[in-house]
């Protein structure tokens, strides 16, 4: 069984900071990809950021230059540092993981539950 569990999201005012986390738990192999997405209500899920094994990030153009992804492997987390905070990045935020359970097998997705942030004044 592998649980991933999302820590760090709130109420901020606009340019404010916030900072996720998302840990995983359980046996497993190794962590391939990490990310994160958000949805907004009556919105689909988007990615946000990722970060790739050999640590390649990749970011949506709305949160260029605001957000930074990075991981700690030795912990199995993935970070989300939110700077600059606006209104439009209110939403629930996901982290996604590709996980790989044993040596042999294949990579699955695996998501946290969800963590709510709001900006707002």
């Known amino acids: 069984q592998v649980q991933l569990v999302e820590s760090g999201g709130g109420l901020v005012q606009p340019g404010g900071s916030l900072r996720l986390s998302c840990a995983a738990f359980?046996?497993?192999?190794?962590?391939?990809?990490m990310g994160w997405y958000h949805q907004a209500p009556g919105k689909e899920r988007e990615l946000v950021a990722r970060?790739?094994?050999?640590?390649?990030?990749t970011y949506a153009d709305s949160v260029k230059g605001r957000f930074t992804i990075s991981r700690d492997n030795a912990k199995n987390t993935v970070y989300l540092q939110m700077n600059a905070l606006k209104p439009e990045d209110t939403a629930v935020y996901y982290c996604?993981?590709?996980?790989?359970?044993?040596?042999?097998?294949?990579?699955?997705?695996?998501w946290g539950q969800g963590t709510q942030v709001t900006v707002s004044s």
């Open positions: 359980g046996n497993f192999a190794n962590i391939n990809a």
């Open positions: 996604e993981m590709l996980i790989r359970r044993t040596y042999m097998s294949s990579l699955l997705g695996y």
């Open positions: 970060i790739s094994i050999d640590g390649t990030t």
